[in-house]
C-alpha cells in the first residue's frame, strides 16, 4: 500500500527558505532536515502525518531550539538629575529566556558588585530594566548587569550611573555663638557637582573681603563637594547677624544661614537712682542693661563706705536676674555710701555702674579738722593746709570749711571765709588768706560743716605773714672823705616798725656824679654794720653815695643819695707834648693837660736840656695852669733840645710826659702847635676852634667844614690868632672841623671832631601788650651825642590827671602796673639828659584788657540740696578784671510780699559782700520748694546782674516738678479776646505785630495832619521850609520823653548833595534857576520826617544838612526810618538832652531849647559819626572824602554829643575857623587847626542843603525880624514872646 508522507511544523513554511529538507529514505521513512536552526523560526512542535488507504497516523515532536545570551539592549554609562526618575534598560535574548539581573559595586570603584537589595530606597528591576524613582547622589556608582540562561557564560555588562546634583546643603540653618573679642569661623558644607561657586552674605547684604578686612573667605574642594570657611577676625557687637552661605553650580543652587550671635558681658547697668533711703537702709532701683546675647543671670548690688576702697572694703548684695529692684539693709547711720551695680551673664560679668552716693541721716561735726598747718607765701599771704576732721566725727557729708582768721594781737571776733569740701582722698584742702599785713602775726582756726551745720573750732594756729621789704630808708645817713681814695659811710637802720622783717643787712650804691645816671658805673657794697669804708675810688671825684636796708623779703627804700668828694693827688701826665720850630734860636712846646689831674692844677713845668754826645742837666720853666704853650728862645742853632712837661696840684707834681726832641732851624715850615681834640659843646654856647700855627713866612690858614671850605658868616668867623668861633652850635654844627697851614717850606694839618649835646630826639613809644592790669610799651630812643640819662613815661585814664614814672635809659620795655582793669589809657613818653628834656613822643592810645564779669550757666554755678543751695563762685568768669564781691540775694518764686530792710521786695539779701574766693552756701532754705536766686557780680569794671531759679530737693533727695507757668493764663485771655485764634498761634509773636500795626497808623495819622499844615494854617503852627518849628513858644516843639521813647525817635543823619559834573554851581542852584517857579522861588526845602519818630529836627545845621530830594514847592517828603546805622564806632549817634527830660533841640541862634524853654549856650560839638554834614563816607555813593569838619557854612548851632557808654568815644572834630556862623563853637585843639584848614575850600561843587537854603533861610528870618546877629539872652527873650 503506499504510504503518504505529510510534515507539519510550528507555524513556519516548511521549505528550504527556512532552512528545512524533507527527505525519504525507502517506503517507510521521511527525514525533516533543519540546516541553520533559527530559535524564533524552528523552535516549535512538529507533525508526522502518515496515511495510506487504510488509514493514516501521526506523530507530533517539539522542537526546542536552545539559544545562549545575547544582548538585545546593552546598558551604558548613564547621567541623571539628581531627583527625576532613572530608567536603565539591560535586555537580552536567548533560549530559554535568559535571567537578567543588576548589582552595585560597594565602593567607588568598578568591583565588588552586591546586590540592590537594600541598596536605596525606590529601587527596582522590571523586565530587566533598572528603575530608581527620585535618583539622589547615594545612588551614584558602578552598576553590573548580567543575562544568564544557564547556555553559556552568560552576558555582564559595567555602567556608571552619575546623578548630577545641584548643591545641597545637609543643614539649612544652625545657630553659631562667638565670644565678643575673639575669632569665629563659619562653616558651610555644599554637595553636588562640581564646580560649585560659594558666595556669603551678611543680613543680606554680599559680603566682600576686600572692602571688609574684618572677614576672610577659605574653600576647600571635597570629593564630593566644597568646603567654606568664613573667618572672623575679631568679633565684635556689630557682628550679630545672619550669615548666609549660597552654593551654585550647573545645575542649581542651595543656602544655608547661620545666625552667628557674638555673645559678651552684659553692658554696666543704668539709670540707677535711690527710690527711698533710711538711716539703715536704702531702696534701689535701676534699667536693665544690654545682656550681651545671654540672659543675664544675676544682679550684684555692691555697696561700701566713702572712706573704703571697692577692692577690699565692698560688700554684696545678690538680686535674681529678672530683678530690677532691690533694697541694701544694716547700713550705718550718718555715713556716705558708694553704691553701684554689676550684672552677670554666663559669659561674664559686667563693668560696675557709676557709683551713687548715698548719704544716711546726718548730724553736726562732732570733731574739728586736724593736721591745720600755717605758713607764709608773701608778704600779704598765708597759706593754710588742713585735713577733714576723723571720719566717725563727720556724722554726714562734709560741705565745706569755714576759716577764721585776724590779728593774734586782736580781741576782734574771727573773719570767715567759707572753703569747698575736696572729695579726693587723703588730700589736703588749702586757703590762700591774701590782703594781711606784712610781718604780722595772725591766728586762724577751722571749723568744718555739713547740712546740718557747722561743728567744733580747731585750736588757735599762729604764723607770721613772710618779711617784706623795708618801707623807710636807713637814717641819719653821713659820709666822710678819708683820703683821695677812700670815703667813710655811716647810717643809722630804720625804724623797727617799717622794717617788715629782719634786716640781714644794707646795700651801699656809689658812683661818680658825672654818670651817676649810668647803672654801669655804680658800685655796690654789702655790709651787716652800719658804717663802712669805701676804698679804691678815684682821685679828686665827687661820689654819690645812697644806702638802703634788706630783708629777706627784698631790698627796702634807698636813701637820698648824698655827695662827698675824694681829696686832691699828685696829677697824672700831661697827655701829649708838641715841639716846632718857630725861628733859627726859638721853639714853641705845646701840651695837652693830663687825662687824670687828681685835683686843681696850679702849674706846668716845662723841663728842657741839650742832647748828643753831652746831655746838660734838664733846666725847668714854671708855666700858669691856664697855659698850655711855652716859647723857649735864646736857643743855639745847631743843638738838638729835649722836652718834656710836669702838672702839678696842691699836693705835689706829678709824673712827666713823654719827651719830644726838636733842633732850631733858619727854615720855619708851617706848623700847628695846637692838637686835634674831640670838642664836646652843650647846644647853643659858644664854641671856639683852636689852631695856633707858626712858620716863617706866615702860613696860610684855611679851614675845612665837615670837609667843605669854610664859608664865613656871623655865626661862624675865623679869629686872629687861627682858631674858628662857631657861635650858639646846634645839632647840624656837629661834625669834622679840619684846619691847615701851610708855607713855602711845608703845611700841617689837625681835624677837630665836634660833638654838640642837646636834649635828647623824642623816643618812640609803641604797644607791645595789655592785661586787666598792666600795659606793656616798648621805648626805642634815637642814638644821641649826649649819654642818655633816662626816659618818662607820662600816663593818664580818660578824663584823669597826667602821672609819670621813671624809665632807666638800658630798658627797652617797660610794663605800667597797677592799672585800672578795662580803662582807656594814654601813654607818651620823653627822654632827658645832662643838658635837659627833649620833646614828647607821639601819643599812644590803648585800654587794659577786661569787661564786666560773665554769667556762668546754672549747671556749673547752682548745687542744691534740700535746705541750702552752693553757689561755686569760681565758675563766674571775671572778663580778665580781678573780682571784688558778690551781692547774694533770693526769694520764693512768685513771691509778691514788700518788706522793708534787707527784704525789699520780697528779695532777701544774704550778703552785700561776698569774697570771689571758693564757694558760698545759702542755708535754712526750704525743702521741695522753688526760689529765684538774684547774684551781682562785681569788678574793676562794672557789674553784672544776673538771676536764676532753682528748687531745693526733697527731703529724700529728690528733684521736684518744674513751677508752673503762667503762658496757659496768658493763651486762655487771648482765646477769650480771640475766640477764632487757632491753637498754633504764638501769642508772643501776634503781640509784636499787633503794636506795628497801631505804631504805623499813628503813623500815617500824624502825616496826614503834619502835612496839610506844612501848607495852611496860622503861621505859628506851619511847617516852616527851613526846617524850624516858627512858633513863638519853641516850648511846644517838643513831643514828651515818654511819647518820643515810644515811638523809638532816630534822627535823620546829614546828607550832601552829589557834585555836578562839568558844572561850577550847586545842584539846588542849578534847580531854582532851571524851575518852573522862577529863580525866586525856592524848590529845595529840607524839612525832614521819620515814621519811627514823627519829630521834627530842632537843630537847624542838622535840619539844613539832611538829604532832601529837589520837588515841587509845596509838596514835603519823608524818609521811613533811619537811613543808616553807624559803622564801626560804639559811639551812640543821638542822645538824649543834657537838660531836664525833654527833648533839647538847637536854635538858630546856637543855643540848645530844653523842655522848660531854656537855652543852653552854644557849646556843642558835633556827632563824630553823621552830625557832621561833611562826614560822609563813600558808601553813600557820593565818592565824596570824609572831612571832619562843618560845611563852609553852618547854620544854627551844633548838636550836643552824648555821652556814649564806651570808654573810648573819639574826640569830636571841632568846627572850621572861618565861614561859620556866629553860633558856631570855638575849637577845642590847637592841634586840630591844620586839618581843619586843609578842608577849606573857596569854591566847591558839593554844598550841603544848609548851603543850599542859606539864603531862603536868612530871607525867612528877615522877613519875621529876626536881627542877623542876636545875643543869647536877646535870642531868649524873641523865643519867649
Not at 555644599?190 to 543680606?204: F, N, T, Y
Amino acid at each position: 500500500m503506499n504510504i503518504q508522507w505529510t510534515w507539519q511544523g510550528a507555524g513556519a513554511a516548511l521549505n528550504k527558505q527556512n532552512g528545512v529538507d524533507i527527505s525519504r529514505f525507502g517506503p517507510r521513512r521521511s527525514i525533516l532536515t533543519i540546516e541553520n536552526l533559527n530559535n524564533n523560526i524552528h523552535t516549535g512542535n512538529y507533525t508526522c502525518l502518515v496515511s495510506n488507504s487504510a488509514g493514516n497516523v501521526n506523530h507530533t515532536a517539539e522542537l526546542i531550539v536552545i539559544v545562549p545570551p545575547r544582548w538585545i539592549v546593552e546598558p551604558t554609562d548613564r547621567a541623571f538629575a539628581q531627583g527625576s526618575d532613572a530608567r536603565i534598560e539591560c535586555k537580552a535574548d536567548g533560549f530559554p529566556k535568559p535571567n537578567v539581573a543588576w548589582k552595585k559595586a560597594a565602593g567607588d570603584g568598578p568591583m565588588d558588585y552586591r546586590d540592590l537589595k537594600g541598596s536605596a530606597p525606590g529601587m527596582r528591576v522590571e523586565d530587566g530594566h533598572l528603575i530608581v524613582a527620585s535618583i539622589q547622589k547615594n545612588s551614584e556608582g558602578y552598576y553590573l548587569c548580567e543575562a544568564n540562561n544557564g547556555i553559556g557564560a552568560g552576558l555582564s555588562a559595567v555602567i556608571f550611573v552619575s546623578v548630577q546634583a545641584p548643591p545641597q546643603f545637609e543643614i539649612k540653618f544652625r545657630n553659631q555663638t562667638a565670644r565678643r573679642g575673639e575669632p569665629a569661623v563659619l562653616q558651610c558644607e555644599a554637595k553636588g557637582e562640581k564646580p560649585i561657586g560659594i558666595l556669603w552674605s551678611r543680613d543680606g547684604k554680599r559680603l566682600d573681603p576686600k572692602s571688609d578686612p574684618g572677614y576672610t573667605i577659605r574653600e576647600e574642594i571635597l570629593t564630593n563637594g566644597v568646603l567654606s570657611d568664613l573667618s572672623v577676625k575679631r568679633s565684635e557687637r556689630t557682628d550679630t547677624a545672619l550669615f548666609t552661605c549660597v552654593a551654585t553650580n550647573a545645575f542649581g543652587s542651595d543656602e544655608t544661614s547661620i545666625n552667628l550671635i557674638v555673645q559678651e558681658p552684659p553692658e554696666v547697668p543704668f539709670g540707677l537712682k535711690v527710690l527711698d533711703k533710711s538711716g539703715r537702709s536704702v531702696q534701689i532701683a535701676w534699667s536693665e542693661p544690654y545682656n550681651g546675647n545671654s540672659p543675664i543671670t544675676r544682679y550684684y548690688i555692691e555697696f561700701k563706705m566713702s572712706k573704703s576702697d571697692w577692692l577690699t572694703g565692698k560688700d554684696r548684695v545678690l538680686v535674681p536676674g529678672n530683678q530690677v529692684m532691690a533694697g541694701v539693709y544694716n547700713l550705718r547711720p550718718a555715713t556716705t555710701y558708694h553704691v553701684r551695680l554689676v550684672a552677670e551673664n554666663e559669659v561674664g560679668t559686667s563693668e560696675a555702674s557709676q557709683s551713687v552716693t548715698i548719704i544716711t541721716a546726718e548730724e553736726a561735726p562732732s570733731g574739728p579738722p586736724t593736721g591745720i598747718a600755717v605758713e607764709p607765701v608773701d608778704q600779704h599771704t598765708l597759706k593754710l593746709t588742713w585735713k577733714p576732721p576723723l571720719k566717725e566725727e563727720w556724722n554726714g557729708d562734709i560741705m565745706g570749711y569755714y576759716v577764721g582768721y585776724k590779728l593774734a594781737s586782736s580781741d576782734k571776733p574771727y573773719l570767715f571765709e567759707t572753703v569747698e569740701f575736696s572729695r579726693e582722698v587723703g588730700k589736703e584742702h588749702h586757703l590762700m588768706i591774701s590782703n594781711l599785713k606784712t610781718y604780722t602775726e595772725y591766728s586762724v582756726v577751722v571749723q568744718a560743716f555739713n547740712r546740718i551745720g557747722p561743728g567744733p573750732m580747731s585750736k588757735e594756729v599762729t604764723q607770721h605773714t613772710a618779711e617784706g621789704k623795708p618801707e623807710q630808708a636807713p637814717q641819719d645817713f653821713s659820709c666822710t672823705t678819708l683820703t683821695s681814695q677812700s670815703i667813710r659811710v655811716s647810717w643809722n637802720s630804720p625804724p623797727l616798725v617799717s622794717a617788715n622783717g629782719v634786716i640781714k643787712g644794707y646795700k651801699v650804691i656809689f658812683g661818680p656824679a658825672s654818670t651817676w645816671y649810668d647803672e654801669k658805673t655804680k658800685e655796690t657794697k654789702v655790709t651787716s654794720a652800719t658804717e663802712t669804708i669805701l676804698h679804691g675810688l678815684k682821685k679828686y671825684t665827687n661820689y654819690n653815695i645812697t644806702i638802703l636796708a634788706y630783708t629777706s623779703g627784698g631790698d627796702g627804700i634807698p636813701t637820698v643819695a648824698i655827695s662827698c668828694h675824694t681829696e686832691q693827688d699828685v696829677p697824672g701826665p700831661p697827655m701829649a707834648v708838641k715841639g716846632v720850630v718857630m725861628s733859627v734860636d726859638s721853639i714853641l712846646v705845646s701840651w695837652q693837660p693830663p687825662s687824670e689831674p687828681n685835683g686843681i692844677i696850679t702849674q706846668y713845668t716845662v723841663y728842657f736840656r741839650t742832647t748828643g754826645e753831652k746831655e746838660s742837666e734838664p733846666k725847668p720853666q714854671r708855666v700858669p695852669a691856664f697855659q698850655t704853650t711855652y716859647e723857649m728862645s735864646g736857643l743855639q742853632r745847631k743843638e738838638r733840645y729835649e722836652f718834656w712837661v710836669t702838672a702839678s696840684t696842691g699836693i705835689g707834681e706829678g709824673k712827666p710826659s713823654k719827651s719830644v726832641i726838636v733842633a732850631p732851624s733858619s727854615k720855619v715850615p708851617a706848623k700847628i702847635a695846637s692838637f686835634a681834640e674831640k670838642v664836646v659843646a652843650t647846644h647853643k654856647e659858644d664854641v671856639k676852634l683852636p689852631c695856633q700855627v707858626v712858620g716863617v713866612p706866615a702860613p696860610e690858614i684855611q679851614w675845612k667844614v665837615k670837609g667843605s671850605p669854610l664859608t664865613q658868616s656871623d655865626r661862624l668867623r675865623l679869629l686872629p690868632d687861627g682858631s674858628l668861633l662857631i657861635k650858639e652850635v646846634t645839632r647840624k654844627d656837629a661834625g669834622i672841623y679840619q684846619c691847615k697851614a701851610e708855607n713855602s717850606f711845608g703845611s700841617d694839618a689837625i681835624m677837630h671832631t665836634l660833638v654838640v649835646q642837646a636834649p635828647p630826639q623824642p623816643p618812640s613809644i609803641a604797644l607791645a601788650g595789655t592785661t586787666g592790669t598792666a600795659i606793656t610799651v616798648r621805648l626805642k630812643s634815637p642814638t644821641d651825642s649826649a649819654p642818655l640819662h633816662g626816659l618818662t613815661l607820662h600816663y593818664k585814664q580818660d578824663f584823669g590827671e597826667w602821672e609819670t614814672t621813671q624809665i632807666a635809659p638800658t630798658i627797652n620795655e617797660y610794663t605800667l602796673e597797677g592799672l585800672s582793669c578795662g580803662t582807656r589809657y594814654q601813654l607818651y613818653a620823653t627822654s632827658y639828659n645832662g643838658i635837659g628834656t627833649g620833646e614828647a613822643s607821639d601819643i599812644l592810645n590803648t585800654r587794659t584788657k577786661g569787661t564786666k564779669p560773665s554769667v556762668p550757666s546754672a549747671q556749673k554755678f547752682i548745687e542744691v540740696s534740700p535746705n541750702s543751695v552752693t553757689l561755686h563762685l569760681s565758675s563766674w568768669d571775671d572778663g580778665g578784671c580781678t573780682m571784688l564781691y558778690f551781692v547774694v540775694e533770693y526769694k520764693q518764686k512768685h513771691h509778691t510780699d514788700y518788706g522793708t530792710g534787707n527784704n525789699v521786695g520780697g528779695w532777701t539779701t544774704v550778703s552785700n559782700s561776698v569774697k570771689p574766693s571758693g564757694n558760698y552756701v545759702v542755708l535754712d532754705l526750704t525743702p521741695a520748694t522753688w526760689y529765684e536766686l538774684r547774684i551781682t557780680a562785681h569788678n574793676n569794671v562794672g557789674f553784672t546782674p544776673a538771676e536764676f531759679q532753682f528748687a531745693t530737693l526733697t527731703v529724700t533727695g529728690n528733684v521736684i516738678a518744674p513751677a508752673r507757668n503762667n503762658d496757659n493764663d496768658k493763651r486762655a485771655l487771648l482765646e477769650l479776646i480771640f475766640p477764632w485764634l487757632p491753637e498754633w498761634v504764638d501769642y508772643n509773636l501776634l503781640l509784636v505785630f499787633l503794636a506795628i500795626i497801631i505804631i504805623i497808623l499813628v503813623a500815617i495819622a500824624i502825616l496826614c495832619v503834619a502835612l496839610p499844615r506844612r501848607k495852611s494854617g496860622p503861621e505859628s503852627v506851619r511847617l516852616r521850609d527851613e526846617g524850624l518849628y516858627a512858633q513863638p513858644d519853641l516850648r511846644g516843639m517838643t513831643l514828651k520823653r515818654e511819647f518820643r521813647d515810644e515811638l523809638g525817635y532816630i534822627a535823620p543823619p546829614n546828607r550832601k548833595l552829589p557834585p555836578v559834573p562839568g558844572s561850577n554851581y550847586n545842584t539846588c542852584d542849578r534847580l531854582k534857576r532851571g524851575g518852573p517857579g522862577g529863580p525866586d522861588e525856592e524848590i529845595c526845602p529840607y524839612a525832614t520826617f521819620h515814621l519811627l519818630g514823627f519829630r521834627e529836627e530842632m537843630d537847624p545845621s542838622k535840619s539844613a544838612a539832611a538829604l532832601t530830594l529837589p520837588h515841587p514847592p509845596g509838596h514835603g517828603h519823608h524818609r521811613g526810618g533811619s537811613q543808616s546805622a553807624p559803622r564801626g564806632t560804639n559811639t551812640t549817634r543821638y542822645g538824649k538832652g543834657p537838660v531836664g527830660t525833654g527833648v533839647v533841640s538847637s536854635v538858630a541862634g546856637g543855643g540848645i531849647v530844653g523842655p522848660g524853654g531854656m537855652i543852653a549856650p552854644p557849646n556843642n560839638v558835633f556827632s563824630p559819626e553823621y552830625d557832621d554834614p561833611a562826614n560822609i563816607d563813600e558808601e553813600y555813593g557820593y565818592g565824596s572824602p570824609r572831612r571832619g569838619t562843618a560845611g563852609r557854612r553852618s547854620i544854627g548851632s551844633m548838636r550836643t554829643v552824648p555821652i556814649p557808654e564806651s570808654p573810648s568815644p573819639p574826640p569830636p572834630p571841632p568846627p572850621r575857623p572861618s565861614d561859620s556862623s556866629p553860633s558856631s563853637t570855638p575849637s577845642h585843639s590847637q592841634n586840630n587847626q591844620s586839618t581843619n584848614s586843609a578842608n577849606d575850600s573857596k569854591e566847591s561843587n558839593e554844598l550841603s542843603e544848609a548851603e543850599c537854603d542859606r539864603d531862603p533861610l536868612i530871607k525867612t528870618r528877615n522877613s519875621i525880624g529876626n536881627p542877623p546877629n542876636l545875643s543869647t539872652e536877646e535870642m531868649r527873650r524873641l523865643l519867649e514872646k
